[in-house]
């Protein structure tokens, strides 16, 4: 039996964690897939638990063997997928979840095309402004970095299967709930 591949992306802040970490909690079932990146922790954050943090050269090793299901750069840091662990859990008839960027969404979409891709949205572009700039985790300048390219992001909800707005955190981790077919 195969399980279903679920890709969650959207733009940064729009809620992508906070759905995923309500989903995780209602159905310990799903299994997340934890990428590996390259960015520093941030302050709370385990290696293991939210990513796998690695330097560049052992990143490069990774992608250059082929042991990422997909990978992007962005931010100056480098995120990826392991892909052993993701085909371990389908192949088992796990639901996986993957919460990935849009250019990691494209090449999954090309790598397992049976994958259903779901796009975060913002109820407003104003309101992911508010939540990047309430979360506080990134300064001013970075703030306005993400929400350059979250323009450009929000540009390609179409090419995902599903769009789920995150305007009640709960009621969009339920839709999300709904699509993975685990409730
Ligand atoms: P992402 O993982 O997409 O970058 P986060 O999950 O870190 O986004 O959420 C960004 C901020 O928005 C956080 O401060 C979070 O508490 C807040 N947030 C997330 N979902 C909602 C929601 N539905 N309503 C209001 N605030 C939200
Ligand atoms: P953050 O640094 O805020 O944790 O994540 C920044 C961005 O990287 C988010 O849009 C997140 O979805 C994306 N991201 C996290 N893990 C991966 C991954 O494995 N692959 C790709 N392509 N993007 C990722």
New binding site residues.
């Given amino acids: 039996m195969s399980g279903r591949l679920t890709v969650l992306s959207?733009?940064?802040?729009?809620?992508?964690?906070?759905?995923v970490?309500v989903l995780r909690q209602r159905h310990p079932d799903v299994w997340l897939s934890t990428s590996v990146t390259t960015r520093s922790p941030r302050p709370g954050e385990t290696d293991g638990v939210e990513y796998h943090f690695l330097d560049q050269a052992e990143f490069d090793r990774m992608a250059q063997a082929g042991e990422l299901l997909e990978h992007d750069a962005h931010m100056g840091a480098s995120y990826g997928t392991p892909r052993g662990p993701v085909e371990e859990q389908l192949a088992q008839g796990v639901p996986v979840l993957l919460?990935i960027d849009l250019m990691g969404a494209r090449q999954v979409r090309a790598a397992m095309p049976d994958a259903q891709l779901v796009f975060?949205a913002p109820p407003t572009f104003d309101?992911l402004a508010r939540?990047?700039v309430?979360?506080?985790?990134e300064d001013p300048a970075k703030v306005r970095v993400r929400l350059d390219r979250a323009r450009i992001e929000m540009a390609a909800e179409d090419e995902f299967d599903v769009v789920v707005v995150?305007?009640?955190?709960e009621q969009?981790a339920d839709r999300l709930v709904a699509l993975m077919g685990v409730n």
């Fill in positions: 959207g733009p940064s802040g729009v809620g992508k964690g906070s759905v970490k919460e975060l309101e939540r990047l309430g979360r506080g985790t995150n305007d009640d955190l969009a």
